[in-house]
């Protein structure tokens, strides 16, 4: 197999030192080219014919979101590509504010830039540990070493039709959500499309950092008709209101003599991620007896397929997006391989799908009689 041809553009020449010796390293990758601006890359793109590009953020003359807006736009007689490009970012409000900028563009994922690149061996290791696994799943390889390396992008012949059921399908009381690379976009499409009359309260897990989680949900509270928040601990649960898990915190229903709250934690990573989508599924069963209706969207490795499996063995109900709109089926492909998925759809037909099952001839919920709404 071909390596993996990759376009490394930065304007800082430490920062393109240190991700051009890591990515050589690995025998399945080879860095092609350089650029320190946004306005080179695209001039360098026909001649390199790269399979993926790293993309700076802040750089002069043609910054790394104008850069994804040409190439994806196709800009002086250029076709429009759609090569995989993963954003580098800072941890800051600024950084987070332009990365999900860089996204909705057309960017495929992000990382975040080492903060101390002093230290080259451990700004090194930081790459090392973030980027090689983006650049193999956004470019369909197996995965052979890194956090995800159990569970590379299962292909469409692995997908079994879903278990037999012993009992009836519950009418759903929550809908609970997971996703990962590709995320942000998949919920951007899925969630204003859902009105603020939903009869369930939401609660979902992108695998984010803090202050992106935070930015990201206010994102998502103007473009949607329902109330989207970044989730705190003990909030009521209400129908209408989004709870988004935030960086580094599991978010999980906790049951109180008040009713059904959200509740965050920093127990242990789970599939080597913090928030991590089993023990939400996991909660939401339990909360509401499986009453339970789970969504998994776009995402790498396979977070979610065991709270899916737990979903479906209490009555509740499971869809996953498909593997052709997803960009990296490795989530949604790892529940549906595992015949968990009551569907597999589109994304385009996600939204509906979920509204038609949530909708449904109605049964007394497990869902506590407070305020819900927009506002």
């Avoid at 090689?132 to 956004?138: E, F």
């Avoid at 009453?291 to 899916?308: C, E």
Wanted: glycine share 10%; hydrophobic share 45%.
């Amino acid at each position: 197999m071909d390596p993996i041809r990759v376009l490394v553009v930065d304007d800082s020449v430490v920062v393109r030192k240190i991700v051009t010796d890591v990515l050589s390293e690995d025998p399945a990758i080879e860095v092609v080219g350089t650029a320190v601006n946004g306005r080179i890359a695209v001039g360098k793109l026909e001649a390199l014919k790269p399979d993926l590009i790293t993309m700076d953020i802040e750089m002069p003359e043609m910054n790394g979101i104008e850069a994804v807006r040409a190439i994806r736009a196709g800009t002086g007689g250029r076709m429009r590509s759609r090569v995989p490009i993963i954003m580098f970012s800072t941890l800051t409000e600024r950084g987070a504010s332009a990365t999900l900028d860089a996204l909705s563009a057309g960017a495929n994922d992000y990382v975040t830039k080492p903060a101390n690149v002093g230290s080259v061996a451990q700004s090194m290791e930081s790459v090392r540990q973030q980027l090689i696994p983006k650049i193999k799943a956004l470019t369909g390889r197996p995965l052979t070493a890194g956090p995800v390396a159990a569970a590379p992008a299962p292909v469409a012949a692995a997908v079994r039709p879903p278990a037999p059921r012993t009992g009836p399908v519950k009418q759903p009381a929550v809908l609970v959500i997971g996703s990962s690379t590709g995320g942000p976009e998949a919920l951007a499409k899925v969630l204003p499309v859902l009105p603020a009359s939903l009869p369930v309260p939401v609660l979902i897990v992108q695998h984010m950092p803090p202050v992106f989680t935070r930015q990201f949900a206010q994102r998502l509270d103007r473009l949607c008709a329902l109330r989207v928040v970044e989730a705190v601990d003990g909030t009521p649960l209400a129908p209408g209101t989004v709870h988004l898990a935030p960086g580094d915190h599991h978010l999980t229903i906790r049951k109180t003599g008040r009713g059904l709250q959200t509740a965050l934690d920093q127990a242990p990573p789970e599939n080597f991620c913090r928030p991590a989508v089993d023990p939400l599924f996991r909660s939401a069963v339990a909360a509401f007896d499986g009453a339970v209706l789970g969504l998994v969207l776009t995402g790498m490795g396979s977070d979610g397929r065991i709270g899916a499996g737990r979903i479906r063995e209490t009555g509740g109900a499971v869809v996953v997006q498909d593997q052709a709109t997803s960009v990296v089926w490795g989530m949604p492909g790892a529940v549906a391989s595992a015949g968990f998925a009551d569907e597999v759809l589109p994304l385009d037909r996600v939204a509906e799908t979920v509204l038609r099952r949530l909708t449904g001839p109605r049964t007394p919920a497990p869902v506590p009689a407070s305020a819900g709404g927009r506002r």
